[in-house]
């Protein structure tokens, strides 16, 4: 299986700030990377897909980057609704594997 | 709007065999070229994909649970099932059914909390 690592585990911001969170795959998945947030009692929701399309719905201040190995998602200006826990996802092989997570709180 | 429901029991003897069922409505499970899947999430923990069955009926597993899951496909009802035997603690989860395209869950149901404990 192809693991997935998050940096940071957490992170205290503030809204308005910008958020930036970086996944690392142990070998390389070319742009097949989800970004999922969830919420505490609730499923996830997934942001992007494809490393750095934007799934309909979902604010234009998410964005995604990055190929091969290494992946950021961006929060560029944090808002009240955006306090949750983003995981990672490499979609490029079977089974899919999701990173540890990352939880964004209030500063 | 595509909506997924899980259902079962929320108690699993040591053992036994979990049984869950994922009722799809707003959509024909048979349309589309989707994959309906099976993914858990321990309390506190991460998530986990157990494995998918694509509308052809034609399944994937994960490698660590293959040899205790099975996942079947009921068109007539729209739902989708899940059977995972062998049970124990460490199973206890949340169970979420969802909708992938390829590999990219689109929809998810609200997900159920199973535990297993005598």
């Known amino acids: 299986d192809i693991q997935m690592t998050q940096s940071p585990s957490s992170v205290s911001a503030s809204v308005g700030d910008r958020v930036t969170i970086t996944c690392r795959a142990s070998q390389g998945i070319s742009s097949w990377l989800a970004w999922y947030q969830q919420k505490p009692g609730k499923a996830p929701k997934l942001l992007i897909y494809?490393?750095?399309s934007l799934q309909s719905g979902v604010p234009s201040r998410f964005s995604g980057s990055g190929s091969g190995t290494d992946f950021t998602l961006t929060i560029s200006s944090l808002q009240p609704e955006d306090f949750a826990t983003y995981y990672c996802?490499?979609?490029?092989?079977?089974?899919?594997?999701f990173g540890p997570g990352t939880k964004v709180d209030i500063k | 709007q595509v909506q997924l429901q899980e259902s079962g029991p929320g108690l699993v003897k040591p053992s036994q065999t979990l049984s869950l069922t994922c009722t799809v409505s707003?959509?024909?499970?048979?349309?589309?070229?989707?994959?309906w899947s099976w993914i858990r999430q321990p309390a506190g923990k991460g998530l986990e994909w157990i494995g998918r069955?694509?509308?052809?009926?034609?399944?994937n597993y994960n490698p660590s649970l293959k040899s205790r899951v099975t996942i079947s496909v009921d068109t007539s009802k729209n739902q989708f099932s899940l059977k995972l035997s062998s049970v124990t603690a460490a199973d206890t989860a949340v169970y979420y059914c969802?909708?992938?395209?390829?590999?990219?869950?689109?929809?998810w149901g609200q997900g159920t909390l199973v535990t297993v404990s005598s």
């Open positions: 707003g959509g024909s499970i048979s349309s589309g070229s989707y994959y």
């Open positions: 996802q490499q979609a490029n092989s079977f089974p899919p594997t």
């Open positions: 969802a909708r992938s395209d390829w590999n990219y869950v689109d929809y």
């Open positions: 494809a490393a750095s």
């Open positions: 069955i694509y509308t052809s009926g034609s399944t």
